[in-house]
């Protein structure tokens, strides 16, 4: 099997120098071409993109920077960097939208109390089911926690009235973290309504 050799690429110098002598014509057909993956991206204004671009071709960090193959035109490579930061922020904007409705689907219920009636229209008796009703609802939740400390710390929290990132601090967990736990404690409760229910 061949060695696959690295490929030839233009320095820094060189490229701001191509930068610098690009005429009016040219700087016109990139920003015609920036409009294009600005519009893709929706996010982004034409000339930031295209400046965005040209910064990433100077980078000092060579882990960052975007490297032009000596045989590559000018145009063609920028072109290529606008499509690839364009098309990389329509994947960060749908990893976090993904995120965000994770969060927002499964965080959005009650860990304190299956029973969401106002305790001021509850009779006495309603009173008393409910106390019963929410302690064998704890007491199930912990019991199903048990081995997992991320989940009983989230419970906790939770309990405690910790929401969003408040309740990622105390747990030690990130977001997607927090919304795959919530999800599992989400099927907790819809256990704990079934067995209750059957009992």
């Not at 008796?125 to 064998?136: F, G, P, R, T």
Request: proline residues 3%; negative net charge; charged residues 35%.
């Amino acid at each position: 099997m061949g060695v696959i050799e690295p490929v030839d690429s233009k320095e820094t110098a060189g490229l701001r120098d191509e930068l610098g002598a690009l005429s009016d014509i040219d700087k016109h057909r990139l920003l015609k071409i920036a409009r294009t993956y600005a519009a893709v991206a929706r996010d982004l204004e034409p000339e930031d993109l295209l400046q965005e671009a040209m910064m990433k071709s100077l980078e000092e960090n060579p882990h960052e920077r975007r490297r032009c193959p000596k045989d590559l035109n000018l145009i063609t490579f920028l072109a290529g960097v606008m499509r690839s930061l364009a098309s990389n922020r329509v994947e960060w904007r749908k990893r976090r939208k993904e995120a965000e409705a994770a969060e927002v689907l499964h965080a959005n219920y009650s860990l304190l109390a299956a029973i969401t009636a106002d305790e001021a229209s509850r009779t006495p008796e309603e009173s008393i089911l409910h106390a019963e009703h929410e302690a064998a609802f704890h007491a199930f939740l912990e019991e199903q926690c048990k081995g997992c400390e991320k989940t009983h710390l989230v419970l906790l929290g939770g309990f405690d009235g910790l929401r969003g990132q408040d309740l990622c601090d105390f747990a030690g967990v990130t977001k997607m973290e927090l919304a795959t736990i919530h999800r599992r404690i989400a099927r907790m409760m819809n256990r704990f309504k079934k067995e209750r229910s059957l009992s």
